[in-house]
């Protein structure tokens, strides 16, 4: 689970590079005959998405730091490791070594569908929806001054 957690960084800072620069692009066209306020318009721009990138850093590493527990609901467990059994050979003469690998089959599937959703919505929620929020917020403060 651990190794998901790189991944995920990066993908952030991919996501979070495209959307500073479409902010810049957009700021551009808007203010190109105000260079003072397109140039204050960049500051914050590169501020903002910094600081909401280290919050979702934040959040994402604590997420996997999360998902490192085994924890899963019994029911959820329960029918994952049901699907595990049923989808592999017969068992072998080691009977304990495939129980276990049934069981780690099972919880791997719960954690990367939990991040699988998890990681899209953080990224989403701070680098795209708050991002423009607060910007919007900065923007309108830094016209009215």
């Known amino acids: 689970v651990s190794k998901l957690e790189e991944p995920a960084i990066m993908k952030l800072k991919t996501i979070t590079e495209i959307t500073r620069d479409i902010f810049t692009v957009v700021a551009e066209q808007h203010f190109s005959a105000f260079i003072n306020l397109f140039k204050a318009a960049k500051v914050k721009i590169a501020i903002m998405s ?12 604590a997420q996997i730091k999360v998902e490192c527990v085994v924890y899963s609901q019994d029911s959820l467990y329960s029918n994952k490791l049901s699907k595990a059994k049923s989808n592999s050979p017969k068992p072998s003469a080691n ?6 690998s049934y069981h780690l089959q099972a919880y791997y599937k719960i954690v990367s569908n939990r991040l699988a959703d998890q990681i899209p919505m953080v990224i989403r929620c701070y680098i795209l929806n708050e991002f423009a929020d607060k910007l919007r917020i900065e923007m309108l403060q830094l016209i009215q001054d």
């Open 50 to 61: 910094n600081k909401q990138e280290r919050e979702a850093e934040k959040l994402l590493q």
């Open 95 to 100: 009977g304990s070594i495939q129980e276990m």
